[in-house]
């Protein structure tokens, strides 16, 4: 048997390196090629940024185009008698209101149909016959001695044309639910001392732009089931807030001493005037302002 040399066994050495070696470089080789390598994400594109909009405030309308109601005049009438009996001026916030736009509802007729003779300032009455709607409305004027002296005179020569507001303790624009049985129907209104607000139209010392007491009237075909009956008809009343002698939008005066009710006339400017069946809901009559001597329809 022979020996291994030195040459032999480092050959044998250096030939056992080789192989592990080679067979672990094939291995990593092979591991490397087999495990999962890492994905490396793509860049995010930059998100493009919208400009912030800024959203205006919303727009408060105009009070001088908000409609004032029939409460409104109450309430304005309220401020002024109270600043009259106080002793104060009305306060800016009840003044400003000159200018403002209103609509009002006055009912009438309200017991039912008038006799052919009634004298009512406000009546209806119904021909049968001739199946026609007679209506009549009459404003009341009111002298300077009736609107009191202003604080500079200006009041004297002053005339003011309108309505009475029935029952101003209430907003409601239609006639009562329960009429006062003690008063047959057909019974004429009364003129009440507790009238104690008016709208009217003011005047210096002329009737120009008045009716001067003129009334408004219309006879329109109506058949029996469009009688109004218990419901009346509403006179209707729009345009503007108006000014006295002392440019206030209402006057109040207590003729019979401080311990009465004051009773006020709101200013007014008429743009129109109408007469309404509240039953069928249709307009009989419409006068304008420039055209206040004939209906409109």
């Not at 008045?210 to 009237?217: F, I």
């Amino acid at each position: 048997m022979n020996e291994p040399t030195l040459r032999n066994s480092r050959l044998a050495l250096a030939g056992g390196l080789a192989i592990a070696l080679a067979v672990g470089g094939t291995g990593f080789l092979i591991g490397r090629g087999t495990s999962p390598r890492e994905v490396v994400p793509p860049a995010a594109a930059p998100v493009a940024t919208a400009p912030a909009v800024v959203q205006p405030a919303p727009s408060l309308p105009d009070p001088r185009d908000i409609v004032k109601t029939r409460a409104d005049l109450i309430a304005l009438a309220s401020q002024a008698a109270d600043a009259l009996a106080s002793g104060r001026p009305l306060p800016k916030a009840a003044a400003d209101l000159a200018g403002q736009r209103f609509e009002l509802r006055l009912p009438f007729g309200c017991r039912g149909p008038s006799d052919a003779d009634s004298d009512s300032p406000m009546r209806w009455r119904y021909d049968a016959e001739a199946r026609a709607l007679r209506v009549h409305v009459a404003p009341v004027i009111w002298s300077g001695a009736d609107l009191g002296a202003s604080e500079d005179g200006s009041a004297t020569g002053m005339i003011a044309e309108g309505f009475w507001i029935p029952r101003p303790w209430t907003a409601n624009e239609t006639c009562p639910a329960a009429q006062d049985s003690a008063a047959p129907t057909g019974a004429d209104a009364v003129t009440l001392p507790g009238q104690t607000l008016a709208v009217a139209q003011f005047a210096d010392g002329a009737v120009q732009g008045l009716r001067d007491g003129k009334p408004y009237e219309t006879v329109v075909r109506a058949a029996p089931d469009e009688v109004p009956a218990d419901q009346g008809l509403q006179l209707r009343l729009r345009g503007r807030i108006g000014g006295t002698a002392d440019r206030s939008p209402v006057a109040c005066r207590q003729p019979a001493g401080p311990e009465q009710r004051p009773i006020c006339i709101i200013a007014v400017t008429l743009d129109d005037v109408a007469i309404d069946n509240p039953r069928t809901g249709k307009t009989l009559a419409t006068w304008s302002a420039d055209r206040a001597s004939l209906p409109d329809r």
